[in-house]
């Protein structure tokens, strides 16, 4: 089984494009019925055996408790309540309008009040346009769906791996349906004081020191899928540390700088998964050192902080 088969962007762009769609009508839905959590934990979905979830929520909004998932394997969008009921539609054939009310109706006939106070895209360049009005979206190709999923749960295993090293804050590895990465973050206690004029999202995500990693599937600015990772606030001198391997480089990005590892050239590597392990460590080495985090009391090699395990508890 090859890690990462190629899937270049023009290969499923218009699937891409209503799938992201789907996904940020479902993501609004779950931003609204979920308890909120610190840096908008609780907004992104999680990678499931046959596609991606909400994971359960409602309760506390006066709602029965509910999930949403999508069936990428089945292509199928499903909704559930605990008392076992569930509804169920085929995403192929649907444009944005009518997956929307469809998606609607099946919350309803669960007694959830599924609606959503700004029905319109997130940052995308459509923003303007209300779900219910795209009739333009409805590209649905189910092969390139499958394989969206399959890379998106082969990066999720390899950040979780990622993951494992550190023992300090951490997010988990989350699907993201506002930029549609995968990614997972590192914090350090340090807060930054964001301005009020950077906006709510802006100052909860990042009140915190953060060094993140992740990983899109491409798109107008950088139209192939990559593995990326930043430090945020970025300090002095980051673009100037190595990354590895050698096809990895610094890429202005805003006011500041992306680490960037195209997914083709991770895929040309003799070992695609060290050479992705190895740009991420690099990554976090350059913008941690940089920032002044104790990378060493902060590391947990294999996920494990148990002295004994580690070889640092007391000879007996």
């Not at 394989?147 to 997010?171: C, D, Q």
């Not at 107008?220 to 899928?225: K, L």
């Not at 610094?250 to 006011?255: F, H, M, V």
Request: charged share 20%; with cysteine; proline share 8%.
């Amino acid at each position: 089984m090859e890690l990462f088969p190629p899937f270049p962007l023009e290969e499923w762009n218009d699937t891409k494009e209503t799938i992201h769609r789907f996904e940020q009508i479902v993501g609004k839905v779950r931003l609204r019925h979920s308890p909120r959590r610190n840096h908008w934990w609780n907004v992104p979905f999680h990678l499931t055996g046959t596609g991606i979830t909400t994971r359960p929520m409602g309760l506390v909004d006066g709602n029965p408790v509910f999930t949403v998932d999508f069936d990428l394997v089945r292509h199928r969008l499903v909704a559930s309540n605990l008392d076992g009921e569930t509804a169920s539609f085929p995403l192929q054939g649907h444009s944005v309008s009518s997956f929307y009310l469809r998606l609607q109706s099946a919350l309803d006939s669960l007694g959830v009040d599924g609606s959503i106070p700004d029905a319109t895209p997130f940052d995308l360049t459509d923003g303007d346009r209300p779900f219910v009005e795209d009739h333009q979206h409805a590209t649905y190709v189910p092969e390139h769906a499958t394989k969206y999923w399959r890379i998106l749960s082969r990066v999720n295993l390899v950040l979780e791996e990622f993951a494992a090293g550190f023992s300090g804050k951490t997010s988990p590895v989350h699907h993201f349906w506002h930029t549609f990465d995968i990614a997972v973050t590192r914090f350090s206690p340090h807060t930054v004081a964001q301005p009020r004029e950077a906006g709510g999202l802006v100052r909860e995500a990042y009140s915190r020191e953060v060094t993140s990693f992740g990983f899109w599937f491409g798109d107008d600015n950088v139209p192939e899928p990559c593995f990326y990772a930043y430090a945020a606030p970025e300090p002095d001198g980051l673009q100037e540390e190595p990354l590895v391997p050698d096809a990895a480089e610094w890429l202005p990005s805003g006011n500041g700088h992306l680490a960037l590892l195209r997914y083709a050239d991770a895929r040309k590597q003799a070992d695609p998964h060290a050479a992705v392990l190895a740009f991420l460590e690099s990554a976090y080495q350059a913008g941690a050192g940089r920032m002044g985090w104790d990378v060493d009391a902060l590391s947990c090699p294999r996920g494990v902080t148990d002295p004994y395990l580690a070889g640092r508890g007391p000879r007996g």
